[in-house]
């Protein structure tokens, strides 16, 4: 996720365009769903990372290919991908081709990946999810549905708010997007994150400020360094780990423990941030991308090629060997953590709290807490001690400090997260891009309208270019964000990299990228990144329009063409033509090279492509109390 940085940082309300109407039907599918199975909480000593014996595994391995636990994972993956591809194959309609033949021979790796950009992110990002569940009511009814297309994918990545869709998922035992609605302990977003309780109720917030502080202390004092995503992480919690108190316990790691990790029912999840050193400047040319996954950290980028345990991450380590031996960390992986890394930018928000018509004592607290801490660096989240000290020291920045830090995955730009995605290793067929990025600005030149206009994938492009940073990987080719808007390509879904032929021959092949942005369905989608609260009717339709936009209001023939997006990687390389029906599709869909480079007429202003839900305007927004936000600033101190 990244904030707008021509007008700075405005903690103000964002607009909805609809803010009442008829609450959704919630899913009566009777499933066991039951979040009592959720993540463990394995960690010795709740959010406080302990010590405890090392594994007798190697703490660091080459990124030359994926792990061998990724590996088995992915196998057993596939005996389930296949029977939900089978059935969604066949029920859209494929017309000449034999889906029996095609998947006795071949398993496709299907990737799903979802953008940044706040709760605006998770929440469309939601209805996608919802769209392509076969476990939620009537996304199998019929061929202009796409449920099993998520039962159908291998890979499952998130950035910022895409990471807080992706753990609020995956942490709380594969749960539904519908569970997740009808909960009264998760996904409630009525009021701001800051003010969880409600701004009136002033006992009920500083005890909820309490209870973080004491984790992050419990951190602090047991020798780690901590910083504003400590607090930002234990917060997103609350709100998305269905555990008492957010679970201070709940790692990423603990994922791998669940049964429906190791019986593969759940795609293998991604989530990325970016490294970066205090006072540094991101841009794609210099960020070395990292990765979390349920079994490691760590990156593919030529810097560093390595992963590590993500179970024993805080350890303190010379090129992977313990420097007190046999001694090694568990517990820092914290799940709210992960997810507040990938999303650190909202760390800004700290910096914003209301300070005026303060007593002086309380601005006295407030400024000893942020002394110290700059506002450019206030998106760091601290690593420390760096796992990979030591390791590749002549082309690794971070080689020579003990020190790691990571920001928001979004900040390079790459706003969607694909990299993950894209290492040959991984030999990914088909990626679908969820864009809830928001990008556009307002004719004022200085305010954003947020609706995406490419630059996510633009950026991944122009990194692929860079033959010091792309370590062998290849990306589609990406008009400029003038075009996108031009061509309507940011309104639409538009395939890329549709013909192999085009890249150099004996690159790797990339996968195909089936790019789907948020737009105007039946609900104005294009909320502020910012906007941090919603009440249950805006969450609602925010996840309508999102199931809208992932199957094109139902087209039939929109689901015919997701499913030769499936295929079509495979059939090239066994240079069979596409069916009649597949050609049209990819007539229709694909990016045929065209520019058009001018700067668009008028401001981007979508309408609306189906029936808009009537409501009245609502406004939503994150201004607190000035009594409220003066107790949390003063709670937050360690």
């Known amino acids: 996720m990244r904030f707008p940085t021509t007008s700075g940082i405005l903690l103000t309300a964002g607009v909805l365009s609809a803010s009442t109407a008829n609450p959704l039907p919630q ?11 959720r993540a463990f909480s394995n960690a010795p000593d709740g959010y406080a ?4 014996k090392c594994p007798d595994v190697p703490l660091l391995r080459s990124a030359k290919n994926i792990s061998d636990g990724e590996q088995e994972f992915v196998k057993k993956r596939h005996e389930q991908t296949n029977k939900a591809l089978s059935q969604l194959l066949k029920r859209v309609g494929m017309t000449d081709f034999d889906v029996d033949s095609f998947l006795s021979s071949y398993s496709p790796t299907v990737g799903i990946a979802f953008s940044g950009g706040g709760y605006r992110a998770m929440l469309s990002g939601a209805g996608a999810i919802k769209a392509i569940d076969s476990r939620e009511s009537g996304t199998t009814d019929g061929p202009g549905t796409l449920g099993g297309l998520l039962q159908g994918s291998t890979y499952f990545a998130g950035l910022s708010g895409g990471s807080w869709l992706l753990g609020s998922v995956i942490v709380n035992n594969y749960t539904t997007i519908s569970e997740l609605q009808k909960r009264d302990d998760l996904w409630e977003l009525e009021n701001s994150i800051l003010t969880p309780e409600g701004s009136l109720k002033i006992i009920s917030n500083i005890d909820y400020w309490t209870d973080i502080r004491d984790d992050v202390k419990a951190k602090k004092e047991a020798g780690f360094d901590v910083s504003l995503t400590d607090y930002w992480g234990r917060a997103l919690s609350h ?12 790692t990423w790691s603990s994922i791998a423990l669940t049964d ?3 019986n593969a029912d759940i795609p293998f999840p991604l989530v990325v941030a970016d490294g970066r050193n205090p006072g540094e400047q991101l841009i794609s040319a210099n960020t070395t991308v990292y990765e979390f996954n349920p079994l490691e950290f760590g990156s593919f980028d030529p810097q560093l090629f390595t992963f590590t345990p993500i179970e024993y991450m805080g350890s303190n380590v010379t090129n992977g060997i313990p420097v007190k031996k046999d001694v090694c960390v568990r517990g820092f992986d914290n799940a709210g953590f992960i997810m507040g890394t990938s999303s650190s930018l909202f760390n800004q928000i700290m910096f914003n709290l209301p300070a005026d018509n303060l007593p002086s004592a309380i601005v006295d607290i407030a400024e000893s807490f942020l002394a110290g801490l700059s506002e450019s660096d206030a998106d760091i989240a601290d690593y420390s001690p760096n796992p990979f000290y030591g390791v590749n020291p002549s082309r690794n920045p971070s080689a020579n400090t003990r020190d790691l830090t990571l920001v928001d995955g979004g900040e390079d730009l790459q706003n969607i997260p694909l990299h993950p995605l894209i290492q040959p290793t991984r030999k990914v067929d088909v990626i679908f891009a969820f864009d809830n990025s928001g990008d556009t600005i307002a004719e004022d030149g200085i305010n954003y309208t947020s609706w995406p206009n490419g630059t996510a994938l633009l950026a991944t492009y122009e990194r692929s270019l860079m033959p010091t940073i792309a370590n062998g990987t290849v990306f589609p080719a990406i008009p400029d964000t003038n075009t996108f808007v031009n061509l309507g390509l940011n309104n639409r879904p538009t395939f890329f990299g549709c013909e192999s032929k085009n890249f150099t021959q004996g690159a790797t ?8 942005p948020n737009a105007p369905w039946v609900y104005h989608s294009n909320t502020t990144t910012l906007t941090m609260k919603y009440d249950n009717t805006q969450r609602d339709n925010m996840i309508l329009n999102g199931q809208e936009i992932a199957t094109q209001g139902n087209d039939a023939e929109w689901t015919k063409c997701v499913a030769c997006a499936v295929v079509h990687r495979e059939l090239e390389r066994r240079d069979v033509t596409p069916t009649q029906q597949c050609q049209q599709c990819l007539k229709k869909f694909c990016w045929d090279g065209t520019l058009r480079p001018e700067t668009p007429e008028k401001v981007y202003d979508p309408e609306y492509k189906g029936t808009e839900i009537k409501s009245a305007a609502g406004r939503v927004g994150v201004r607190v109390g000035a009594v409220v936000a003066a107790a949390v600033v003063a709670l937050v101190v360690v």
Do not use: A, C
């Open 49 to 52: 990372p302990g010590e405890v």
């Open 509 to 516: 092949i990339p996968p195909l990228i089936v790019y789907i």
């Open 260 to 262: 429906h990790y190791k």
């Open 27 to 37: 899913s009566n599918i009777e499933t066991s769903l039951s979040l009592e199975r």
């Open 239 to 250: 709100q998305f780990v269905g555990v008492e108190d957010g679970g201070p316990g709940v």
